[in-house]
């Protein structure tokens, strides 16, 4: 064989090499291919009727605290903080703060003393002022209010201020809402009063309508006239808060979309305190705002006014929806205890707290309720004896008396016990238990089998997590608020029985039936904890295949690139859920989990399409003629 034959050969070896190394390693890869998108875990469901498990209508709910200031400051919606100047507490002179004075020493003078007519919180402003209108500062003296993080004034937006005042001459006194340096004015109007009008303590009222937003803005009270004003029980609130309720409207939107079908307040340790002292104590929170003490909190370090009281929870659950669950305090806190022979005055409360609630509008409490313009009773169903003290000297005692007195008093009131009875029988009545558990998400997700081993037979449990992140104008739901949203249609709805099949150690899976606008779905739930995606088939059982099918709809995914991503006021939705449609192969439906996943698909639940031929058509007629 000569060179060029050779070469030729040898060229022809090497294509031919090439050629089948590149259909090898093309048949390989379409086998991986194959093996990639081939289903690596099953869920298998059971949709025949009867098979699955009615969930309690109240499965899901709001665990809301004054904690952060959940309320004041955040839901309910008073821009004023410390508008009492009770903050500093009863003796003078106190710390009025956030209060500041607008001017200097030398024009005005302020301090507090215990002049108001208010008997539970006596402590009222007291401002000298010193200059007159020719020898005031552009704009006068007087005092200011940041709120809780600047006040967020709107364009457009109306704006109700309250306040007492009195006066030793003619009152000249200018409302303001400005910019949080004061330089910019949003809105004014002035209150002017001849001396023999407020000698005395008087209520005035003004509406502010803003002509710029400002996001930081403060309110001001000021004048040009000389002489002595008090000032107590400044109010500040948005003309349009929820039905007119009081609840700032964007935080009340995202707790209502979690559709709760509970809500248990007036929180966890807020109503123990570190000290009893300082303990939630709804009588001091009902009335006319004006006569409410407020109070210390003393585990959380902060004043709240007490404007968000025991009328307007039970308020807020009537308009979420929400079933109440009122949680008191028995005689526990976090540093000192009632003993049990001494409990009574604390039961006594209790029973004049649901008596509140659920009374008679001539009743004693119920007629306090009335006056504040509910005649008909509140819905109480349930409420909670004390919070997290299960191990406290005097518990068991305390919960005892308490449950006996409750029940005899109102036999059909579920009774909430704070003791965990997942893993042991209580040692005391119950109706309830409220499970609480602080621990690492991986901990958690190793739970997820925890109460299918707990005893039926014995008390029900509750609990849920943190959900909202919020300042004066904006807000955001953390991952655990969208992690709640994925269940809103849990409550009253009915468990299927479903089964994984496969690798599924990093997987857990449930499936729902319920009803949307008279439309069924099925809805599959799906965490993925692990670091890979899964590929998940759903096979769909127990349809009767001549009268029902199911189709795609839609299919919402909870992830992120960086497994410790959060979201933020720059970035709120960084970590939220995605929606988009959700299309599946006749009676197939593949889907991929992405890694660190919370993923949702709701299948719709439609009836089959019954196909008959030209033959059976015509019998068909020919039938239904002779019927």
């Known amino acids: ?17 090439l050629l089948g190394f590149c259909f090898v390693y093309q048949s390989l890869r379409g086998v991986v291919a194959q093996e990639d998108t081939k289903p690596a875990v099953t869920l298998q469901v059971n949709a025949s009727n009867g098979a699955g498990r009615l969930i309690p209508e109240t499965l899901f709910g709001i665990f809301f605290e004054e904690i952060n200031h959940a309320g004041a400051g955040g839901l309910w919606a008073e821009l004023v903080s410390n508008r009492g100047f009770e903050a500093g507490g009863q003796n003078t002179p106190s710390n009025i703060w956030p209060w500041s004075i607008v001017g200097d020493h030398s024009s005005i003078y302020v301090a507090t003393d215990r002049s108001s007519c208010f008997e539970r919180n006596k402590i009222a402003l007291r401002m000298d002022v010193h200059c007159n209108s020719k020898g005031c500062p552009t704009g006068g003296v007087g005092v200011y209010n940041p709120g809780y993080w600047g006040m967020n004034i709107e364009e457009g937006k109306k704006y109700k201020v309250a306040l007492y005042v009195r006066s030793t001459s003619d009152l000249d006194l200018s409302v303001s809402l400005t910019s949080s340096n004061g330089s910019l004015t949003l809105a004014s109007e002035k209150i002017i009063a001849s001396a023999s009008d407020v000698s005395k303590w008087t209520k005035k009222e003004v509406i502010l309508e803003a002509k710029e937003t400002d996001h930081g803005a403060r309110l001001q009270l000021t004048t040009t006239k000389k002489g002595s004003i008090w000032i107590d029980q400044v109010s500040a609130m948005p003309v349009d808060t929820y039905k007119g309720h009081g609840f700032r409207n964007d935080l009340y939107q995202m707790m209502a979309d979690i559709k709760p079908r509970f809500i248990r307040f007036p929180g966890g340790c807020f109503v123990e305190g570190e000290w009893l002292s300082n303990a939630f104590r709804w009588k001091e929170t009902v009335g006319p705002w004006e006569e409410r003490s407020g109070h210390f909190g003393d585990v959380w370090k902060y004043w709240t006014d007490d404007g968000l009281g025991h009328f307007e929870f039970f308020q807020l659950a009537e308009d979420i929806g929400a079933a109440p669950i009122w949680v008191f305090n028995n005689g526990i806190s976090h540093n000192d205890e009632v003993e049990t022979a001494s409990i009574m005055p604390f039961v006594q409360e209790a029973l004049d707290g649901i008596e509140f609630a659920r009374g008679d509008a001539n009743s004693t409490w119920g007629s306090v309720r009335a006056a504040m313009g509910r005649q008909e009773p509140f819905e109480l169903k349930y409420v909670a004896i004390g919070n997290e003290d299960c191990g406290k000297t005097y518990y068991r005692g305390n919960y005892i008396v308490f449950y006996d007195a409750i029940k005899k008093a109102y036999p059909d009131i579920k009774i909430i016990s704070n003791c965990d009875g997942s893993s042991r029988p209580l040692d005391h009545p119950a109706d309830y238990y409220d499970f609480h558990i602080y621990t690492s998400a991986s901990n958690l997700f190793s739970m997820y089998h925890q109460f299918d081993r707990t005893s039926r037979k014995g008390p029900k449990v509750r609990w849920n997590p943190d959900a909202i992140v919020f300042n004066s104008s904006h807000l955001y739901g953390t991952p655990s608020y969208w992690v709640q949203r994925f269940f809103a249609e849990s409550s ?58 199911v189709s795609g709809s839609k299919k919402t995914i909870l992830t992120s690139t960086n497994v410790m991503d959060e979201n933020s006021f720059t970035q709120p939705e960084k970590v939220a859920p995605h929606e988009s449609l959700l299309e599946m192969a006749e009676e197939d439906l593949t889907v991929v989990l992405p890694p660190h996943s919370f993923s949702s698909f709701d299948l719709l639940k439609e009836s089959a399409k019954i196909t008959m031929s030209v033959s059976d058509s015509d019998s068909y007629k020919k039938t239904a003629s002779t019927l």
């Open 492 to 549: 009253g709805s009915t468990l299927l029985t479903s089964t994984l099949k496969g690798n599924s150690s990093s997987l857990v899976a449930s499936a729902i039936s319920w009803k949307n606008n008279n439309q069924d779905y099925i809805r599959i739930k799906a965490v993925n904890f692990g670091a890979t995606s899964v590929n998940l088939k759903v096979l769909v059982t127990g349809l009767d295949p001549n009268v029902m099918k």
């Open 1 to 17: 064989m000569d060179s060029e034959s050779w070469k030729f050969l040898r060229s022809v070896c090497i294509l031919s090499f």
